[in-house]
């Protein structure tokens, strides 16, 4: 296994998650200039408040490098980012929430964005996310028609109105007097957390807390 992964190493060199750089040896998904640089939320700004969920955490800005990284990531099959986006979620979620949550699940693409990209990056984010804390993420929520992407929308009143009423829970049982873990990739405007929220809280939920990779400054 040694050799096969040292030729593959000399065939296709290993670069960043983040910039893309080829990395040097003892290097390990981020460079060392990323790691040192990456434009990292700290004090308060790593904790948000929002519509129907109690607080929304995230370790990173949405911006430069990490907006590049997340846009391969969700448009360009970088699936594989998804392990080191989970360890640096990991870390933010233990350091801001501990073990106060019951269970982890994620915010869900259509069936049809799935169907269109191969996957649902949320959905792997929360897999990645929850190995790293010894855990599993579970389906909560079922995205039941496809929207235009929020990220066309100007303005959080578009972006509200896009998202109403899209979700439903596809477990209700599993659901309540939970304390949930809702995860996504990214957060602007909060319209997406809030509405998965607020469904949540709607089947049973008892409180609902979210995590992302990144947040828009």
Request: proline share 3%.
């Amino acid at each position: 296994m040694g050799i096969f992964s040292g030729i593959l190493d000399l065939l296709f060199p290993p670069r960043c998650v983040f910039c893309r750089r080829f990395l040097k040896k003892g290097e390990t998904e981020i460079c060392g200039h990323c790691k040192d640089s990456l434009p990292y939320c700290e004090g308060d700004a790593v904790r948000q408040t929002g519509e129907f969920y109690a607080r929304c955490i995230s370790p990173l800005y949405y911006k430069a490098h990490v907006r590049a990284s997340i846009l391969r990531f969700k448009f360009q099959e970088a699936t594989a980012y998804v392990g080191c986006y989970g360890k640096i979620l990991a870390h933010c979620i233990e350091e801001q929430y501990g073990h106060r949550y019951d269970l982890i699940t994620w915010a869900p693409v259509s069936a049809r964005r799935k169907k269109k990209r191969g996957y649902d990056q949320a959905m792997l984010l929360a897999y990645a996310t929850a190995l790293e804390l010894e855990d599993v993420a579970v389906e909560t929520l079922v995205k039941t028609r496809d929207i235009p992407a929020q990220s066309t929308l100007a303005g959080g009143d578009a972006r509200r109105a896009n998202v109403s009423g899209v979700y439903m829970a596809s477990d209700p049982e599993l659901i309540d007097g939970k304390r949930i873990l809702l995860i996504d990739d990214i957060i602007t405007t909060g319209s997406t957390l809030s509405e998965c929220a607020r469904t949540l809280l709607m089947a049973g939920a008892e409180e609902v807390m979210c995590a992302v990779i990144a947040r828009a400054e």
